[in-house]
């Protein structure tokens, strides 16, 4: 029996949880996509005799065109663009970007053409490890901050921020003088794992360790909702991975956030 591709449904829901759930914080990414920001994903799997060995997402609410896939077997990866492809136009027709483990780079480029790799370390804290750094110039954010937030997120390039950030998790910012001077907020939330993002300080207020008090209070209220919270950070930024160290985050695993082209992409 061939590998069969198909779009994801509820027949489906349950396996690709089981399948994604065996390495949770690996696929943290793939198990947003099929649940929390699933109305906003394109979704197809594939399986084999029933039992499913890969998937592959597109998320339609960036400012640029996110994929993301696991697979067992590298020839899968092929099919499952193929399938994605037919849903969504235009990743034939932009380049593509990934936030995949350094390990499925070698799938990636196997059966695309890979424009850019950058590493970046998963650094991962679960409630025994979180060391806390409080500082009572934080407090959780909240809508009506949300103006500020957009300032501060644009003044530090944040290339993931969006606007509808409060739909997917909670998010804690610093005031000096009633400004917003830092904040850190949340990529997604399930009830597997968590990733914090969009960790920014104003220039006029670094070295204070104002970001790492808003990413310790987002951690312990993180745990919540999850068991599990981590957030990315460049590999060769080995300041910030300490600064991390500090509140009870470990290096999990080598990231790589690749652009890439499909096939019929190629001159």
Wanted: proline share 6%; hydrophobic share 45%; net charge negative.
């Amino acid at each position: 029996m061939p590998t069969e591709i198909v779009n994801l449904d509820e027949r489906w829901q349950a396996e690709v949880l089981s399948y994604l759930r065996r390495s949770p914080y690996r696929n943290s990414l793939p198990l947003a996509n099929v649940t929390q920001l699933r109305a906003h994903c394109d979704v197809v799997l594939a399986h084999y005799n029933g039992q499913v060995v890969g998937m592959a997402s597109y998320y339609r609410d960036l400012p640029f065109v996110a994929t993301t896939f696991a697979v067992d077997l590298p020839q899968t990866l092929p099919l499952l663009h193929t399938a994605l492809a037919e849903q969504a136009p235009i990743l034939h027709q932009a380049t593509l970007s990934t936030v995949i483990p350094e390990q499925r780079v070698r799938q990636l480029a196997a059966c695309t053409t890979i424009e850019s790799v950058e590493l970046e370390m998963q650094m991962v804290v679960e409630p025994e490890t979180l060391r806390p750094h409080s500082d009572t110039r934080v407090r959780r954010l909240r809508s009506d901050d949300l103006a500020a937030m957009g300032e501060l997120a644009r003044g530090g390039g944040l290339m993931a921020w969006r606007p509808a950030v409060f739909d997917h998790g909670p998010a804690f910012g610093a005031f000096v003088d009633e400004r917003l001077a830092a904040m850190a907020t949340t990529h997604f939330a399930t009830t597997d794992v968590i990733e914090i993002g969009n960790v920014v300080t104003h220039p006029d207020f670094r070295r204070q360790g104002l970001a790492s008090a808003c990413v310790s209070a987002l951690a312990a209220n993180c745990f919540n909702l999850a068991p599990r919270v981590y957030l990315l950070v460049m590999d060769n930024n080995p300041g910030a991975q300490e600064a991390y160290r500090k509140l009870g985050f470990w290096p999990s695993e080598r990231f790589a956030f690749v652009h890439y082209q499909l096939p019929l992409m190629r001159a």
